[in-house]
């Protein structure tokens, strides 16, 4: 897809305009991405003036174990979004909730992507791949989710694996993980990764990366693979009821005069302090709010092995095992070897005292000279 | 083994483990000692000494007057200790969690207070264990190992809450584990006196209080 | 038995305790026991920090008695206890130690330091270890009676005089009566005048009272040793004679060891509970003056005097009291030490110290403190209710040229009597 070949048509830029899209709409996407992602202001007028002059990325859209939330995330609203303007910028080439085709047709498109823009398309990923069993588990088209991942990533740009699931196992892979799920980074060692956790992520997230893809390349990740610019500060870091955890003001319970207060919800299990997201700074639903502005406590979901960190309500101080069982069998152990040690103790002390001569008046004889 | 898997792993089967062995270790610790008996009293005496031994107890928190200047940095540190243990409010939440009772916590800038005390009155019983003459001809290697799995706490605890160091989770994670260590030190080092000084101080009380001493 | 090395171990074994055991768990190496010992204080070496006295006996629990220790001695991690360490633990345990028991006052763990050092005491003994003198001074009780080694004979004819001085008769060996009167070793030999005293004090009272010559002394060398057997000995003849002249109190004498070998330790050594009641004679003077029976007239003038606690006798014994309300009775100028009662600083004699040759010069050494303690006071007077007290101080008043007198308390209270015409 080199440029010459590029008649304005086929440019965004091009395709936005014969979309109906204003140039003023595109000016604004480009701008609550640019200052979602932290970048300077400068970079608005950048990535605008990429975006129109590049042509539609193609992607594979790959849905493994999962729920659609991902999908939803990204497209359900009720009014069209800044956000669904994404897909205005990408040939979504094979997602098998989205396309219209089915069967051998929907198969077919797939593949005629990944010859057509062979190392040039974007694979994005939601859902966990399980391996357990050859991974029978999951199968699309009788192509098991693993085999096909293998066969898509080989020529891919770049994955982005959206969702907890695709970046790190997710509820799949949660304790027991009867399918031996597993994330794409596990399988994939080849390709660059960028991982947009969240259960689901925030749209604007999903898009905003995206964006960055198409302009300006792989942002800055972050030791999970997490784009930075997202996932650089904890929720807690950005909290609006952050300085109530500071004066030590907690809601003890979801009803009680703190969580009406809005104090600090660290008490009832917010895991704010160790999740890294944006959702205490880009929120949800156009901005309009986010889990603990609602009062629930963060559940942590765009960590790794959220779900197996122990319940979303105990605080994040506690264990996240319940270890009564445990204690009390220590408790017993303790007390069955105490009993031994103090039975061999007493033996001990008693052989001693069968052992011992009196000490005599001829004793201080014997040294008195 | 990543920061949230480390983190992961402290707060449910390292606790557990850690949990465990303290328990067990408590447990055989304290019967090692009760199974040694105590002679029986055969003389007249004063007073059974059992209200005594549980008076000593108490009163031994503090000093004899003279006793001060020798313990007043000690006596600081363990306050401090306790305090923070204690009265952390994410801390009362691990009790309330394990216990069922809740106390409620103070305020972070008194912790942070304790803490910071804590932690620089540690370093001077430190000095002492070296430049003390007593304390010094008293130490082992052991004492050295065990000072540092006391300091551990303090110290990761005051960076994660403040936020120092590499990274939150990370710190947090660092922070459990060396209490963990703690934990699992407690009933192998001298760090038992944490639990058998009631005991000491009960058995010296009521040896006492039976020929009508307070001491 | 002969002593040996293993018996000396094997005592160790036998002795250590629960109390022991909770003791040795908890230290934490503070050394703040050391702040409380005149050894130390008076001398700065560390290496009379009273914990480190024990340490043998520690290395035994710990490799005996618990798990830990066990599996380190599987490793090879233990060190054994040699002859020679119990050999350098005689210097530590006899010679520079009253057993006075202030470090059990302050250990901040609650430790009874001094309560181990009695049975390392034990262990060393055991093992032939004991102090010669202390040896020397056992035999001669068993033999004579007297740890100074007086008779009964000579305590006749003190008794004679006595009754010749005050007309009074002095019972021995009469049954029946309310107390058996035991003296120590030094009142028979420098503070015999008690005897009248006594005498006196009682008739007045109305008081019963005899000697036994099965037992005249109340000394226990055995307890100072930790020959429990021969303490028991020793015990045995004053619990035999009081039974046999049927007599329910006995009077133990201004002397703090003593108090503590008749009073506490005497029926756990012989293993059984007295048919009879101890007390110390401050108890019993006191207990008259409370009934009203003791009419003494108040100081002339107002002297200051002070008073110094035995340890054996108030820390360790528990009689505290007796003796502030006597003092308190007769003079308006008492004056507390700074430390006193439980807390008092121990005089540097007792333990058996003061009949240790090798510990002489330590035991002049460490009477800097009481020479202190006193001088703060700026009193001439110092009152006692133990002979080995009495001893040291009048010695270390001597050795630094103080204007002080020492009295016992037994003695001012006579003292103090009201003449028949004053009442």
Not at chain 1, 130 to 150: C, E, F, H, R, W
Not at chain 1, 186 to 208: E, F, S
Request: contains cysteine.
């Amino acid at each position: 897809m080199t440029e010459e070949r590029v008649d304005k048509a086929e440019t965004l830029g091009g395709s936005l305009i014969s979309n109906g899209v204003s140039r003023r709409t595109f000016l604004k996407f480009c701008s609550t991405v640019a200052s979602a992602m932290a970048l300077p202001p400068a970079a608005a007028k950048a990535m605008a003036e990429k975006l129109s002059q590049a042509t539609r990325q193609s992607v594979i859209w790959l849905s493994f174990q999962e729920c659609t939330g991902c999908t939803e995330s990204i497209t359900r609203s009720h009014k069209p979004t800044l956000e669904s303007l994404i897909f205005d910028f990408i040939s979504l080439d094979y997602h098998h909730t989205l396309q219209a085709a089915s069967g051998d047709a929907a198969e077919h498109a797939r593949e005629e992507a990944q010859k057509k823009h062979k190392g040039k398309y974007i694979l994005i990923v939601d859902g966990a791949i399980p391996v357990k069993d050859g991974g029978v588990y999951s199968t699309i088209a009788g192509i098991t989710n693993l085999q096909m991942l293998q066969d898509v990533a080989k020529d891919a740009m770049a994955i982005v694996s959206v969702g907890t699931c695709a970046a790190y196992g997710g509820l799949p892979k949660a304790n027991p993980n009867p399918t031996g799920a597993v994330a794409v980074s596990d399988i994939v060692k080849d390709k660059p990764i960028i991982n947009i956790p969240g259960c689901p992520p925030i749209p604007v997230v999903m898009t905003g990366v995206l964006a960055h893809v198409l302009t300006f390349g792989i942002p800055e990740l972050d030791s999970h693979g997490r784009p930075m610019a997202f996932f650089g500060d904890s929720i807690h870091d950005r909290c609006y009821r952050r300085p109530f955890y500071d004066k030590g003001q907690f809601a003890k319970g979801f009803d009680d005069e703190g969580a009406r207060k809005g104090w600090c919800l660290f008490e009832v299990g917010c895991k704010g302090p160790t999740t890294h997201n944006a959702c205490a700074t880009v929120k949800w639903n156009n901005g309009t709010s986010f889990p603990i502005q609602s009062g629930h406590g963060c559940i942590g979901c765009s960590e790794p092995d959220f779900w197996d960190a122990g319940s979303f309500y105990k605080p994040l101080s506690t264990g996240s095992m319940n270890m009564e069982g445990w204690a009390t069998g220590a408790l017993a152990a303790g007390a069955a070897v105490g009993v031994a040690s103090g039975l061999l103790n007493s033996n001990t002390k008693s052989k001693a005292e069968a052992k011992h001569e009196p000490v005599t008046l001829e004793d201080m004889g014997a040294k008195n000279e | 083994m990543n920061e949230v898997e480390l983190l992961n792993w402290a707060r449910g089967p390292g606790l557990a483990y850690a949990t465990v062995f303290m328990v067990f270790g408590l447990t055989l610790r304290v019967l090692e000692i009760l199974s040694l008996g105590r002679p029986k009293e055969y003389a007249k005496v004063r007073s059974s000494g059992v209200k005594e031994g549980f008076r000593t107890i108490i009163r031994r928190n503090l000093p004899e007057k003279h006793c001060w200047k020798y313990i007043t940095a000690t006596y600081i540190f363990h306050v401090g200790l306790f305090v923070v243990i204690f009265f952390f409010i994410p801390h009362t939440q691990l009790f309330k969690d394990v216990f069922g009772v809740f106390w409620d916590g103070w305020p972070n800038y008194i912790i942070d207070f304790f803490t910071i005390l804590s932690i620089a009155t540690m370093m001077y019983v430190l000095i002492q264990r070296r430049v003390n003459p007593a304390r010094r001809i008293l130490s082992r290697p052991s004492d050295y190992f065990v000072w540092l799995v006391t300091f551990l706490p303090l110290v990761t605890g005051y960076m994660a809450f403040h936020r120092i160091g590499p990274d939150y989770t990370l710190m947090l994670a660092m922070h459990i584990l060396s209490v963990e260590l703690l934990m699992v030190m407690l009933p192998v080092t001298k760090l038992v006196h944490a639990v058998t000084f009631a005991m000491a101080r009960y058995y010296n009380g009521s040896n006492a209080g039976r020929k009508g001493v307070k001491v | 038995m002969t002593t040996s090395l293993e018996q000396g171990i094997n005592t160790l074994k036998r002795v250590i305790d629960a109390p022991i055991a909770s003791y040795f768990s908890s230290c934490t190496g503070c050394g703040i026991c050391s702040s409380a010992c005149i050894f130390f204080t008076e001398t700065g070496d560390p290496k009379y920090t009273p914990i480190r006295r024990v340490e043998p006996m520690r290395r035994i629990w710990e490799q005996e008695y618990t798990v830990i220790g066990k599996l380190k001695k599987l490793i090879g991690l233990a060190k054994e206890v040699t002859e020679q360490d119990l050999k350098d633990n005689v210097e530590l345990a006899f010679e520079s130690c009253t057993t006075c028991g202030r470090c059990s006052m302050v250990c901040p763990i609650g430790n009874d330091i001094v309560y181990m050092i009695r049975r390392m005491r034990e262990g060393l003994t055991a093992a032939g270890l004991a102090p010669k003198e202390l040896q020397a001074a056992a035999v001669r009780t068993m033999e004579t009676g007297s740890v100074m080694g007086f008779p009964m004979k000579t305590l006749e004819a003190m008794v004679k005089a006595a009754e010749e001085e005050t007309g009074i008769e002095i019972n021995i060996d009469k049954p029946d009566v309310d107390y058996l009167l035991l003296l120590s070793s030094a009142e028979v030999m420098q503070f015999n005048e008690i005897i009248s005293s006594l005498a006196k004090i009682f008739k007045e009272a109305g008081v019963t009272w005899t000697f036994s010559s099965k037992a005249h002394e109340a000394g226990n060398p055995g307890m100072h040793m930790g020959a429990s057997e021969i303490e028991a000995m020793m015990i045995n003849r004053i619990v035999e004679a009081a039974e046999e002249l049927n007599i329910k109190k006995v009077i133990s004498p201004e002397c703090g060891h003593a108090y503590m070998a008749i009073r506490w330790e005497g029926p756990n050594v012989i293993g059984r509970p007295y048919p009879f009641e101890v007390y110390h004679i401050i108890e019993v003077l006191d207990e008259l003056r409370a009934q009203g029976k003791l009419h003494t007239r108040a100081s002339s003038g107002t002297v200051p005097m002070t008073f110094h606690d035995p340890c054996q006798a108030a820390r360790r014994g528990g009689v505290n009291e007796p003796q502030r309300n006597l003092l308190n009775m007769m003079s308006s100028n008492f004056k507390e030490m700074n430390d006193s009662m439980a807390c008092n600083w121990c005089c540097g004699g007792g333990g058996g110290m003061n009949t240790i040759e090798k510990a002489e010069p330590l035991v002049r050494k460490v009477f800097h403190r009481k020479r202190q303690q006193i001088e703060e006071l700026d009193v001439n007077i110092v009152v006692t209710m133990c002979a080995t007290c009495r001893n040291t101080l009048e010695e270390g008043v001597e050795d630094n040229g103080m204007d002080v007198t020492v009295l016992g308390l037994t003695e001012v209270v006579a003292n103090h009597l009201l003449k028949e015409n004053e009442s």
